[in-house]
């Protein structure tokens, strides 16, 4: 299965404080400030902890979708023939949002 180029900042991220809750990459290479939601600070840093862990949860999507796609179609043992798993549905939802993340995907 071949990775697909990403154009994001590579992570890691983290939440950092810049008098903002702000999310910053490794080495310096450049942060995010989160604006204000409707309902305050613990919202606000809930959300940069969720964009902080992007890049990571966009990797481990990008495995599983791999990985579904080698058992889709496969049959189980004892399985009548036409018995056969089908992950359409979250392959579908899985590759969505990684073009949502990274136009590039297909």
Same mark, same amino acid.
């Given at each position: 299965n071949?990775?697909?180029?990403?154009?994001? %900042?590579?992570?890691p991220?983290?939440?950092? @404080?810049?008098?903002?809750?702000t999310?910053?990459a490794?080495?310096? #290479?450049?942060h995010? %400030?989160?604006?204000? &939601?409707?309902?305050g600070?613990k919202?606000?840093?809930?959300?940069?902890h #969720?964009?902080?862990?992007? &890049?990571? *949860?966009?990797a481990? +999507?990008e495995?599983?979708?791999g990985?579904?796609? *080698? +058992?889709?179609g496969? @049959?189980?043992?004892?399985?009548?023939?036409?018995e @056969?798993?089908?992950?359409?549905?979250? +392959?579908?939802d899985?590759?969505a949002? *990684?073009? =949502?993340a990274n136009? =590039?995907? =297909?």
């Amino acid at each position: 299965n071949e990775m697909i180029e990403t154009r994001f %900042t590579p992570g890691p991220w983290f939440v950092c @404080r810049h008098g903002e809750v702000t999310i910053c990459a490794a080495y310096g #290479l450049g942060h995010v %400030t989160v604006a204000n &939601p409707p309902h305050g600070h613990k919202e606000r840093r809930a959300d940069a902890h #969720l964009i902080a862990a992007a &890049p990571d *949860l966009y990797a481990a +999507l990008e495995q599983a979708v791999g990985r579904m796609a *080698l +058992l889709h179609g496969m @049959r189980l043992h004892g399985a009548a023939e036409n018995e @056969r798993i089908d992950l359409s549905g979250p +392959l579908d939802d899985a590759r969505a949002a *990684l073009a =949502k993340a990274n136009p =590039k995907v =297909k």
